[in-house]
């Protein structure tokens, strides 16, 4: 072989491992993302075109194929609930006002709900061509049921607290079961709460008292029970 041929071979060789090399940085990458639940949005301002990494597009259930979206389409993706608040954070970021850094939903494709932390950081062009907006999303759902599911158990806790401060304190049912209720709802976190006793000639469990969402129509309430104190069927 000729100097020049070898030299030509010689760059082939550097430039396919260099792509090699590349290619497997590229993998690592992204099943760093994975294992951190982690994934990246680039926003170009001027274009308005949306990059999102491959794990943010797992996170919203979009398919990698769609890596680049428009805004209108990550939009639909937040839960209606937090759309208002997103927009408000992302008009002050762009903006340069404020930081984007807030806990919201993603409806994911299939219809389940992702809790993601999402942040960005706006990365404004010396020549003011294109600014950036250049954030992260990270899956926060477990972390987020775990708190819930701790925070219902507080309110637990100190309803029953309560509860029990009012049986020490009230001096007759006709105040202790209402004053029960109320509790339920304002320190346990719950929409309604009722007591009922079973009616001794009736056999049917009885409202005694309630509080909360649909209070009237619990304390028309008449359940039939059975001799042995299970519920009727039908």
């Known amino acids: 072989l000729s100097g020049s041929a070898v030299h030509l071979a010689g760059i082939a060789i550097s430039r396919h491992q260099e792509a090699v090399a590349l290619k497997e940085k ?8 994975q294992v951190a639940q982690m994934g990246f949005v680039e926003w170009n301002l001027k274009t308005g075109a949306v990059y999102c990494s491959a794990e943010v597009c ?16 990550l939009e639909k993706m937040v839960h209606p609930d937090d759309l208002e608040r997103i927009r408000q954070a992302l008009e ?23 809790w993601v932390h ?25 972390r987020k049921a775990a708190e819930d599911a701790l925070e219902r158990m507080t309110h637990l806790y100190a309803a029953l607290s309560q509860c029990n401060q ?7 049912q006709q105040e202790l079961f209402p004053q029960i209720c109320r509790d339920a709802v304002k320190f346990g ?7 009922a006793m079973i009616d001794p000639v009736s056999g049917m469990l009885r409202t ?4 909360g969402t649909g209070a009237g129509q619990l ?12 519920d009727m069927p039908g």
């Not at 690592?28 to 993302?33: M, N």
């Not at 976190?189 to 007591?195: F, K, L, P």
């Open 26 to 33: 590229d993998a690592r990458l992204v099943r760093a993302q």
């Open 166 to 172: 009012a049986i020490v304190r009230c001096t007759n």
């Open 189 to 195: 976190g719950m929409c309604a709460a009722w007591v």
């Open 118 to 142: 999402a942040q960005a950081e706006l990365i404004r062009d010396p020549h003011k061509d294109a600014d950036v907006l250049l954030g992260t999303m990270i899956d926060i759902s477990k």
């Open 58 to 73: 797992r996170l919203c259930g979009i398919g990698h194929e769609a890596e680049f979206v428009r805004q209108d389409m």
């Open 219 to 230: 304390m028309s309430l008449k359940i039939p029970l059975r001799d042995d104190g299970a």
């Open 208 to 211: 005694e008292a309630s509080f």
């Open 92 to 114: 002050r970021a762009v903006l340069g006002v404020g930081g984007y850094d807030l806990n919201h939903r993603v409806v994911h494709a299939d219809g389940h709900v992702v």
